[in-house]
């Protein structure tokens, strides 16, 4: 984890990256060039222009190379002013189609950028877990584990690079530097609440303080701007967790003095 942490912004700064990302953008604004070029050649042969006003790109008539103002529109013959009316319902959905066209290139860049994201952080990432599924090849569930870090991470990388591209862009701030810095990659690393692995034997745990919390285990929060926050690295085994698969010892006085604790070892 500490090395995607630093690995993966790196990702996003190499060269190569930066000459793919480019390349597919420079792609799109030539199609997207080439269609407006099409479209405003018709539009020029049936004797209109393209004009671009602050509501988009609208049709207008000209003659001589000259847009016609309203004044000059209203003094043709009526014959020819349907005509107008007709012609520009033509070329209105040549323009419709060309947007829609534009628009659906748009989206498919879009998808190319992210698949470029995605692939250049698998690449970032997987040695990097494929070295530990290679060691940890016999444990299926630790594999599992794995691959499903692999995957989320995958499905997130848009989450991973705004939290770059802001970092790199964030002023000096001081309620900002008051807050806690969230970190992406907390959630893959592991709260081993009871390691037994050095143990010759089963367990056998003397509880000396059999409260409710020393027995069954808890959940810790912190307070963050007056508020209680928790997640699943501040879970606390108890006796019990560490007990499992062997005894727990407790002195039956110290056990029925303590409020609840009778009753949650029951139930446990």
């Known amino acids: 984890i500490e090395d995607m942490e630093t690995e ?12 793919d990302r480019e390349r597919i953008q420079q792609s799109f604004q030539e199609k997207r060039q080439k269609l407006f070029n099409d479209l405003e050649e018709t539009v020029n042969e049936k004797g209109y222009a393209l004009l671009q006003t602050p509501r988009g790109v609208v049709i207008v008539p000209t003659k001589d190379g000259e847009v016609l103002g309203p004044d000059e529109l209203n003094q043709l013959s009526s014959e020819e002013q349907e005509k107008i009316k007709e012609d520009k319902e033509s070329l209105q959905g040549s323009l419709k189609s060309t947007v829609k066209e534009i628009q659906k290139q748009q989206k498919e860049v879009k998808e190319e950028l992210r698949e470029l994201d995605r692939q250049t ?24 584990f794995l691959e499903s870090v692999q995957k989320d991470i995958l499905d997130n990388v848009q989450e991973f690079k705004k939290s770059v591209e802001e970092e790199e862009t964030a ?17 893959y ?11 010759d034997g089963a367990p056998v745990i003397f509880e ?35 007990a499992n698969g062997g005894y727990l010892m407790l002195e039956i006085r110290d056990l029925l003095t303590k409020p609840f604790s009778w009753e949650a070892l029951e139930r446990a």
Request: charged residues 25%.
């Open 171 to 187: 002023q000096p701030n001081i309620l900002r530097a008051m807050q806690p810095k969230q970190n992406l990659f907390e959630k």
């Open 189 to 199: 690393r592991i709260n081993l609440i009871v390691d037994n692995c050095d143990m």
């Open 121 to 144: 952080v698998g690449f970032a990432v997987s040695h990097l877990i494929d070295d530990l599924i290679q060691k940890y090849k016999d444990l299926d569930q630790v594999v599992e």
């Open 208 to 242: 000396e303080n059999p409260t409710y919390h020393n027995l069954i285990g808890s959940i810790e929060h912190e307070a963050r701007f007056g508020a209680l926050v928790t997640n699943f690295h501040m879970i606390k085994a108890g006796a019990l967790h560490r």
């Open 8 to 19: 993966l912004p790196q990702a996003f700064e190499t060269e190569e990256y930066e000459k």
